[in-house]
């Protein structure tokens, strides 16, 4: 039976269980007063034995099936760091767990909570009845040694518990260590969890590892594998001619890269012209998907990632260096694979003709969000720097403020926020907090991906073809 199927009979079987002139009844009995044929009643003692399980049936020695006494529900245990914690529904109120009714849950285990009865107040309270499976099998913390053992103080505040250390499995840490600590008892009933170090990150003051901490923590996958980096290495370094086979070759076109001062990977590009008032933007994603097909290891590597994650100091890839830095970087005169949107746009912000291509592109330079602007006010040593570019970018702020303007007269919102950066040294220190620049170049870039999007978007809606959007919800 599906799960669809085996949800909508279990609601059908609940409200009998409930209903005022029921009376307990075997598998049998119900079978019989249901009219169900002796071929479906296995499929009813399925859906008993998960009401069962779900704590909304009880069955009787004699094996006659009644409404639960108590309500049970199912959920992701969020624990505080005073000791109790909510249930997280995913319908309907959360529900508040006492400190008293924990009975030895940890943060972001799956469990059963028992409802208690209504003494009056407004929110619902629960008390944990079983642990269905644990959420955090490794903890990063600060190592703490005793004589004859030693415990991890946790760095996540949820987990309540410090974390018992039998002194032979302590990997030779010492009192500072942060280290990673692989959880072998969850301990009940007063007595603390255990478990063994499985890595020391290095001493609590020593440089970085406040941030190999978060990364740990986080469970973020820092290596590749050698299968991911020997594939990775196969990839060809150059775009050879049977590649551009059948792509839209617009490597003549004037085309920049703007992106921050300490950006690695760039993505995107953009082109523009302008003749006789009509705008054509034209804004070129690297096809990453040339190079990491479908089903291979590199795919199913990135897909386990989901994303490349950015802390203070480092960043956390979703492709190996290889990839992400090289051939699908769109670095400076040199061939790439893009994919692009390439879009006639009028004095009033309309998109009035485009074309949705593969295509091979030639960056002519590469820009930063500081050149663009420094042009833009004026600088010479910029201007003269980026001489060839200068009517390009001049007419780039132009369609920007005619998008900006149109986005502002349908109503769009406006997420013009600051966003702080950290500074840190040599020696992976903070020294500084910045706030991020967001100047024209910043805009104007968004205004260019925004049109994209809204291109691709509106192309594939009217195709009447599926598609995965992003929403801010």
């Not at 702020?397 to 926020?417: C, Q, S, V, W, Y």
């Amino acid at each position: 039976m599906d799960h669809e199927a085996l949800e909508k009979r279990k609601k059908t079987i609940y409200s009998l269980l409930c209903d005022d002139f029921y009376v307990p009844m075997k598998a049998k009995e119900m079978a019989m007063l249901l009219q169900i044929p002796k071929s479906q009643r296995a499929e009813l003692q399925e859906v008993l034995d998960a009401l069962v399980a779900d704590g909304k049936a009880d069955v009787s020695k004699k094996g006659k099936y009644s409404k639960a006494k108590h309500h049970f529900v199912t959920g992701v245990f969020e624990s505080h760091p005073k000791g109790f914690g909510f249930l997280r529904m995913e319908e309907g109120e959360d529900i508040y767990i006492p400190e008293s009714e924990v009975h030895g849950a940890m943060h972001l285990d799956t469990v059963q909570v028992k409802i208690m009865p209504s003494t009056g107040g407004k929110r619902k309270e629960g008390s944990i009845v079983k642990i269905l499976e644990h959420g955090v099998t490794k903890v990063v913390g600060y190592y703490e040694q005793s004589k004859n053992f030693g415990f991890v103080v946790p760095d996540n505040q949820k987990i309540a518990n410090d974390i018992f250390i039998p002194i032979e499995r302590s990997k030779g840490a010492v009192s500072g260590h942060k280290v990673v600590c692989e959880i072998t008892d969850y301990g009940r009933d007063g007595r603390k969890p255990e478990g063994k170090i499985v890595e020391i990150l290095g001493h609590v003051n020593d440089p970085g590892v406040d941030i190999l901490s978060i990364v740990k923590a986080y469970d973020l996958p820092v290596e590749f594998s050698e299968k991911i980096l020997n594939q990775a290495e196969r990839v060809a370094k150059e775009v050879s001619e049977a590649d551009m086979a059948g792509r839209m070759d617009i490597r003549d076109w004037q085309t920049v890269t703007i992106d921050g001062e300490d950006a690695k990977d760039l993505d995107d590009a953009i082109t523009l012209t302008e003749e006789d008032g009509i705008y054509t933007l034209g804004v070129h994603i690297a096809d990453v998907s040339y190079y990491v097909t479908e089903g291979s290891a590199l795919n199913r590597e990135a897909a386990a990632r989901g994303t490349s994650v950015y802390v203070t100091d480092r960043v956390v890839p979703m492709l190996p260096e290889r990839l992400s830095n090289g051939i699908c970087s769109l670095n400076p005169n040199v061939d790439r694979l893009t994919l692009s949107a390439i879009m006639e746009i009028t004095p009033k912000g309309k998109v009035i003709n485009h074309k949705i291509c593969q295509s091979v592109i030639k960056t002519t330079f590469r820009m930063t969000y500081s050149d663009v602007n420094e042009m833009l006010a004026g600088n010479p040593e910029k201007i003269e720097q980026f001489k060839p570019i200068m009517d390009s970018v001049s007419a780039m702020a132009e369609l920007h403020k005619i998008l900006e303007d149109m986005r502002e007269r349908r109503g769009a919102l406006n997420f013009d926020t600051s966003e702080a950066r950290i500074l840190v040294n040599d020696k992976g220190m903070p020294v500084d907090i910045v706030v991020r620049e967001r100047g024209t170049a910043e805009r104007m870039i968004e205004s260019f991906m925004l049109a994209a999007n809204e291109c691709v978007a509106e192309h594939f809606a009217k195709a009447k073809l599926p598609f995965i959007y992003r929403i801010h919800e």
